[in-house]
């Protein structure tokens, strides 16, 4: 006969993991509020605090919004913040240029274009609190025409840089004019199947021992916070979400660029 049991659970354990529980959390209530921050906050976590490769880093990242962007669908899908046509258009081409970053990541230094890329965020951040500034509560949003590309674009840089889906793709849909609720669900539920290719195609190129036990208390943080972030994109009014994306937008780019310029 087999016996099987499963390891003990013990203080220590518990006490290894709460960092990351709360990192988690945070990190996801803001990414389902405004569709942006998980990846960049989780990520220079891993990176800047505890010295991991960004390979490495970015493979944990991806495994962890694995299960924290199924749960994030979920609860905007149970909202009704996910616009269907705007899904099918983006997420195909997110898919394609995850593996793609994901690919270059493992396997030269894709960091060279990332100052760039960050400097542009923080312009489309501060165009984005401008437009916040003019807009009228009832003012009309208007269907986004650049999709596809941009969907591409976005893939690439979250997989090459350990996060950018959210920045990249959220903000410049808004800019184009889509409302902004809609536009947050939407592009955290196409996240999902971004994640999961990138995941794949980190195991494929590095193996599982790309993966950190971190993951794991972020993964239960993030969870705990799926559903919190999905209602507050559905009770927040278009122009202060329109304001806070702005605000989380330069932040976390300025902080970026610092990161990547020092």
Known sequence: MFSFSLPELTFAHLQALAPF??????????DGA????????TNTLLVSVIGIAPARASASVHLVETFTTAASAVSHIA?????WRL??????P?????IVGAYLLANIDGSVARPFVMAYLVGIGIYLLWRAWRMDHGAEHKPAKVIAPLGL?????????GGGWGPVVTSNLL?????????????????????STISLTFIATLGLQAFTIAAVGLIIG????????ALLVRRIPAKRLLTMVGIVLVATSVFSLWKALA
């Open 21 to 30: 529980i709360g990192v988690g959390f945070v990190a996801q209530v803001v």
């Open 34 to 41: 405004l569709g942006m921050a998980f990846g960049v906050i």
């Open 79 to 83: 909202q009704r913040n996910v616009d």
């Open 87 to 92: 899904f099918a258009r983006l997420v195909l």
């Open 94 to 98: 997110g898919m394609l240029g995850g």
């Open 153 to 161: 674009v976005g893939g690439f840089l979250d997989a090459a840089g």
């Open 175 to 195: 800019v184009q004019g889509t409302e902004p609720r809609r536009t947050i669900g939407t592009v955290n539920t196409a996240e999902f199947f971004l994640t």
């Open 222 to 229: 993030g969870l705990l916070a799926a559903p919190i972030g």
